[in-house]
């Protein structure tokens, strides 16, 4: 009966997945659509605009309950992956009912309320032209939190069914009763807490994601919990939650997002990232290290066409690490230069991390794209000077390979390899660059032409589409629920005094802003051990902001160090994603201890990267302001 119920709750998690995935093809072709009438023919159209928002709005809405549905709400699985499937179980169930159930019901009890005045007041859009009845869209966060709430249900039923020891549940859930009472009885005595609240928000948070509950609905939770228990914060402080996400539905910048998303995913269904390694591999194969420095300029081009880390590291690892072996390269060589290649995407544009941190830090997206432009080449730059003299000092590491094919054939099939891609960056990026174009709608146009070079190579079908856009949905909607999250937790923690508490240390304790920039750069280099880019970007940045206002920093620069410190927390053992996706997609052509002695010295090179980033700034704008 349980598991009956649960399949039709996950039906209609999964239609609105589908419908999301249908809205995700409309959005790309009605933003190209909008942006090709506008600077060809100077039509734009108010309403169009505030639909293509509104399009967007409903991809990442109704992902939310599809991408619990596919677990695709992210974990730290340090410890997770090591667990029994009863103790996985025990952990769903808890993140269900203490943390995404009690955090659906406030949101959608305060969401009603912004609806409800919405409809009485006949809101309509401010701009002459605009949409009428904005309710309408108000009210979807309504509709996405109850398909939240239904998909929690069904994880239970699910999570119950596959529970072997069901007293051990019953245990645990009696333990959490009993400190629930515990922190009631001190609440309601109006105990005093023996930390301050803001460093018990980030112990809890830690704990919780260390034991392997969910991102978002960690941060969301948390923020709910410490709401509950501080009388100097009360429930209030998240009525303006539903606000705060509206304003997130409303921003054209984060609609990039899941279009640029989209744009990577039909170009890794597309074979041209095969296509790429086996020409540059017959290129540069005869040098020394030549099939790493080709697997370092392929991850420059997919960075810069697609952006999509885990799809540039398992394509790479699956297509050039068994010819690199063959050839009998490194292990640890070859992994590092695919794993740290793979990276690149994090940094050069178009990077959603920088759309990310432009969000975050209210910069410009196209300034940021810029700015990350000369830090991505010196990596590149790097990366080969490194494969170079390490395949001279030492010829077993890398040794050449003996064709016996022509090499004007081969540079003519390289170039003929390379073009395509390099002609649909010039597009997406020289659009941006110029002015032309904002980064959405040269992301919109990305994915056309992501689909001509699919059709181009033969590719391209109903199944590359529908794949690229329910991917896209899962996400997005993950990224999306933890910047909900996110932003619920940065509420209750500037309510308690945590953004002045944070400002004061570095302003009046630490008094330096070599001393901040030093420690900032530590503590994201540090936090990126553990946890994604998506969760500092979204909890660590907004405190920082501030601050380096304070010391008049430069932002676009400060934001450079950050996303070249992000890319960092990829290939950092022994949680860096990038050794995960590798070591998946490898199997056990190579070990783990191989990859990470491979992966060092890279992140060795980054940071030298950053250090000469921080010494002179100035390279950031050798692109332009």
Request: a neutral charge; glycine letters at 8%; proline letters at 3%.
């Amino acid at each position: 009966m349980n598991i009956q119920i649960s399949y039709y709750l996950d039906r209609i998690s999964k239609y609105a997945g589908y419908l999301a995935a249908i809205v995700t093809v409309i959005l790309s072709l009605l933003v190209a659509y909008d942006a090709g009438m506008r600077y060809l023919f100077s039509a734009g159209s108010i309403a169009l605009q505030e639909v293509e928002w509104h399009l967007f709005d409903v991809v990442f809405l109704l992902g939310l309950s599809y991408a619990l549905k596919h677990e695709k709400h992210v974990r730290v699985d340090i410890f997770f992956e090591r667990y029994s499937s009863d103790t996985k179980a025990i952990v769903q169930i808890l993140s269900m009912l203490l943390l995404v159930i009690p955090f659906s019901l406030l949101f959608m009890n305060d969401t009603w309320d912004m609806v409800l005045q919405s409809y009485l007041q006949h809101e309509v859009s401010a701009d002459p032209g605009g949409l009428t009845h904005r309710y309408l869209i108000k009210a979807m966060l309504l509709v996405a939190f109850a398909l939240l709430l239904l998909q929690a249900i069904s994880e239970i039923l699910k999570a119950y069914h596959r529970l072997e020891n069901k007293v051990l549940l019953w245990r645990v859930l009696s333990v959490v009763v009993l400190l629930g009472g515990l922190v009631y009885y001190g609440w309601y005595e109006r105990m005093a807490f023996w930390f301050d609240p803001v460093l018990l928000m980030f112990a809890l948070s830690l704990v919780l994601l260390m034991t392997g509950f969910q991102v978002a609905f960690v941060f969301a939770g948390v923020a709910l919990f410490f709401a509950l228990i501080s009388d100097e914060v009360g429930l209030g402080v998240l009525e303006m939650l539903p606000y705060r996400t509206y304003g997130i539905m409303g921003n054209i910048t984060l609609m990039a997002v899941p279009l640029f998303i989209f744009m990577g995913l039909i170009l890794e269904r597309s074979r041209m990232a095969e296509e790429l390694l086996s020409s540059m591999g017959k290129l540069f194969g005869s040098v020394r290290g030549g099939l790493a420095i080709s697997v370092v300029l392929v991850g420059a081009i997919l960075a810069a066409s697609t952006g999509i880390v885990g799809a540039s590291v398992v394509m790479m690892s699956l297509i050039a690490l068994p010819l690199m072996l063959k050839h009998n390269y490194s292990p640890a060589l070859a992994s590092g230069s695919i794993a740290a290649s793979g990276t690149l995407g994090q940094l050069i544009p178009p990077s959603i991390v920088l759309i990310i941190l432009g969000d975050q830090m209210h910069l410009s997206v196209g300034d940021l794209f810029k700015a990350a432009v000369v830090p991505g080449l010196l990596l590149i730059i790097l990366y080969i000077i490194y494969i170079l003299v390490i395949s001279y000092l030492d010829k077993e590491l890398a040794p050449a390979i003996v064709s016996d094919e022509a090499y004007g054939k081969v540079a003519k099939d390289a170039l003929k390899a390379i073009f395509p891609p390099l002609l649909l960056i010039v597009a997406v990026l020289g659009s941006i660059f110029a002015g032309i174009a904002s980064p959405t709608e040269s992301a919109a146009i990305g994915v056309l032409g992501a689909m001509v070079l699919a059709m181009f190579n033969r590719a391209f079908n109903f199944g590359l589409v529908r794949y690229a856009a329910i991917e896209t949905v899962k996400l997005t909607a993950m990224i999306f629920m933890i910047l909900i999250g996110a932003t619920a937790f940065s509420l209750v923690f500037n309510e308690l005094g945590g953004g002045d508490m944070v400002l004061q240390f570095f302003t009046g304790d630490v008094g330096n802003k070599w001393t901040f920039i030093f420690i900032a750069m530590l503590v994201i280099f540090l936090l990126g051990f553990f946890i994604d880019f998506i969760e500092i970007a979204f909890v660590v940045v907004p405190i920082l902001v501030p601050i380096v206002a304070s010391f008049h920093i430069d932002p676009i620069w400060f934001a450079i160090l950050i996303a070249m410190n992000l890319q960092a927390s990829f290939l950092t053992p022994p949680f860096g994603f990038a050794l995960f996706y590798l070591k998946g997609a490898a199997g056990d052509k190579v070990s783990t201890g191989a990859i990470y002695r491979g992966v060092v010295p890279f992140i060795l090179l980054q940071v030298f990267a950053l250090g000469i980033i921080v010494l002179f700034p100035e390279l950031i704008y050798l692109f332009g302001k």
